[in-house]
């Protein structure tokens, strides 16, 4: 048996050798000579498994330890037999995590108060449900958007794109990237949607590149008929535009789903998979091992003459510095992949304890509620 895994894909050394041959390579080298005898392969989205990969191989089943799967040719796949997996909310509490450092990083770098803003949530599934709980401990005003579940649970829960545009302030995107239907998100935000936002709106993209058309971004933020955007995903990735990223407000390395608890999460879900498909006795397998953070686990904070917002801002910003990852992307776009590749330990809310020193009920209740543990 043997099974051809992305080298990128953490946790996974040595789980899977006791029952199979298992190759190890960069998701770029994984082509149709190293598959042609494979029984399964466990990837992320750097391989596109489409007719091109697996025509004439023996593959049984595709995992990949990611949320997205727009790299796998599904139709393709399915009508030659082969089974295929994703790993759908693997890595929503990382996301989560993301979207709240941009948010209290905006509200420092533009001086506003995120209570009382309005945000919007395009796309309400794992991630977009996380995000707007967390919008809403710190204060903002959500609205949800997702015509698929508008169709499936009624309208009562949700809003359309056309309210989403006019009453927010700050719009995050998490949807899956598709090309047609009637709720095709390929270029979601085109030319004639970015213009229309107007100057006081912020974009947050951090679902699919092709989601947001690129050029036409540049181009609004140009003219200044955007606020502000921030871009985790890109059109073009790994190669970037000079000129858009320095018109962002924030600009990462496809990064914003990268804990190392989501990674986990991602792992043992496609180990699981495969291990179903082929008969392994690994269907309970669950990663282990999670190192610890280069920042303290444990932390203070001194709360006395802090407002509540300062003080869950202090703590999002302990656990993840999204401007950290901004600036390392900036000083070298040609280390797209290596940033990617090398990511550092991120560990989510809940693996840190919060001292309050001098602060209030109310504060330690909203640390509670993100995720932490609180003294």
């Given amino acids: 048996m043997k099974i051809v895994c992305d080298n990128k894909i953490p946790f996974l050394k040595g789980v899977l050798e006791p029952y199979a041959d298992v190759i190890y390579l960069p998701g770029k080298e994984t082509t149709a000579e190293v598959v042609r005898d494979a029984d399964a392969i466990i990837t992320r989205t750097r391989t596109k498994c ?30 030659n037999g082969i089974e295929w997996k994703s790993a759908p909310g693997c890595n929503s509490s990382s996301v989560q995590q993301y979207i709240a450092s941009v948010l209290v990083t905006l509200a420092k770098k533009f001086s506003f108060s995120l209570e009382g803003k309005t945000l919007g949530v395009v796309g309400v599934g794992n991630v977009g449900s996380k995000v707007a709980r967390i919008a809403g401990i710190l204060g ?50 085109d030319k004639e949607r970015l213009l229309g936002l107007g100057k006081e709106k912020i974009l947050i993209n951090s679902s699919r590149g092709p989601v947001v058309d690129n050029a036409a971004l540049k181009d609004t933020l140009k003219a200044g008929a955007l606020k502000a955007a921030v871009l985790d995903v890109w059109e073009t990735e790994p190669e970037l535009d000079p000129e858009l990223i320095n018109l962002l407000a924030l600009s990462t390395p496809h990064i914003a789903g990268y804990s190392a608890d989501g990674k986990a ?83 989510e809310f809940p693996a840190f304890t919060v001292r309050l020193n001098g602060g209030t009920p109310e504060m330690a209740e909203k640390l509670k509620q993100i995720g932490f543990k609180t003294v």
Avoid at 53 to 78: C, M, P, Q, R, Y
Avoid at 152 to 173: M, N, R, Y
Avoid at 308 to 318: G, K, N, P, Q, T
């Fill in 265 to 347: 999460n991602g792992t043992t879900m496609s180990v699981r998979a495969v291990a179903k498909t082929l008969g392994l006795p690994l269907t309970d397998w669950t990663a282990s091992g999670i190192p610890a953070p280069p920042q303290t686990t444990d932390f203070s904070i001194d709360a006395a003459g802090k407002t509540c917002a300062e003080v869950l801002s202090e703590a999002i910003l302990h656990t993840y510095e999204v401007s950290l990852d901004s600036e390392a992307l900036r000083a070298d776009l040609s280390a797209f992949e290596r940033l990617r590749g090398d990511y550092p330990v991120r560990r």
């Fill in 50 to 79: 489409n007719e091109a990969l697996l025509k004439g191989s023996k593959v049984k089943i595709i995992a990949t330890a990611t949320i997205g799967f727009d790299h796998i040719d599904t139709a393709w796949v399915e009508s």
């Fill in 140 to 189: 903002m005003r959500v609205l949800l958007c997702d015509p698929p579940r508008t169709r499936k649970e009624g309208p009562e829960a949700f809003v359309s794109l056309e309210q989403i545009f006019k009453e927010s302030d700050i719009i995050t995107v998490h949807v899956p990237l598709t090309r047609s239907g009637e709720d095709a998100t390929f270029h979601m935000f």
